[in-house]
């Protein structure tokens, strides 16, 4: 009999800094008098990121969801947009807000992201992009996507709000579109506690973007663009700083979780895990997600999530439901069930199990006997 976690075990922890350094970041903050608008800490922030990116054109922004709305909208995109079903809302809901009909298409069903073999079929006259995410920080097959892309003059977006420092044959992750967003959200392991950055491939379309997170303003006399407020202030730039020198150590203690939990289910029958792309020359340590295949399991990814949290283990169905299923996304051609059958499937499969550095590897053992331990219920 195993007993129950005495405190509540959850997906993940965000990464918290030495509290003295974030002290002294504060005292600068308050000598400095400015708070906001690209200020000291947002640059310094901005500059950093670049350089572990290995990219030009980086803006940071108050969140990744107003990221890519604002991101979108200096595309200048019109009509429809070929996406994925299989992300959380804010992927699609930002093509909505720009006044943009996404257009679902089926996913692949071992590395669960788009699948680059369906796009084809879904263009029409009316496409003008092509967005997709690399979910649970596997890349898309980036290459792929470019050449139908270029093929059908539409543009490539990427939501890698999963894949920070991600890189395919050594190549940073955002350099293979027009336009990439990063949430830095604290379930995100690089994280600002709130925020998010865009990556520009093109020099005009950044500077558009620039102006739209401040409102749409050029300069003391003019206002050109329909903009928004996207702008991260100097509290949360300074904690990204310092949660930058902490990502690393994270990301080991996550490659010694990771590995735990793979020799430890690796043999259990209906337990799979992620098939990583074999481009991925470096992974975002974001998540870990098993997938449970009913039949051989012998019981449900929703039986293992509800039994899990009777012993406090807090599990989650990423991403349940689909976009395609909600209310607002139903009724599209492209969101019928029959069009989507891998989807439909694998959201019933997936569960992120708890991931990050200060889970005690006794602790990830214990989950693991747990979830074989329901099969035999
Ligand atoms: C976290 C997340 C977002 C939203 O980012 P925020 O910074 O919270 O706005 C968007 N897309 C995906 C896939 C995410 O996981």
Known sequence: MIKKFLNPIYITRPIFPDLDKFNEK???IWQSKILS???VQCQALEKKISKILKVDNLQIFNNGTIALLVGLKSLHLSGEVITTPFTFPATVNCLIWNNLTPVFCDIDKNTMNIDVNKIE??????????????VFGTPCDVEKIQEIANKHKLKVIYDAAHAF???????SIASFSDLTM?????TKLFHTGEGGALVFKNTDVAAESRMLKNFGIKN???????????????????LGLLVLNCRNK????????????????VEIDGISFVERNKSETKSSYQYFVIRINKDKFGKSRNFVYEEFKKYNVFTRKYFYPLCSEYPYCKDLKSAEKVMLPVANRVVEEVLAMPFYGGLKISEVKKICNLLISFRNL
């Open 37 to 39: 608008n690209n200020g």
């Open 165 to 171: 420092e991600t890189e395919f044959n050594n190549k």
């Open 121 to 134: 079929s879904l263009i029409t006259s009316k496409t003008s992009a092509i967005l997709a995410v690399h």
């Open 250 to 265: 994270e990301r080991k203690r996550r490659k010694l979780i990771k590995d735990t939990y793979q020799k430890m289910l």
């Open 26 to 28: 504060l005292k600068t």
């Open 220 to 238: 003391e006399e003019e206002v050109i663009y329909c903009g928004i407020n996207g702008k991260i202030n100097e509290i949360q730039s300074a």
């Open 182 to 186: 990063f949430s830095f959200h604290p």
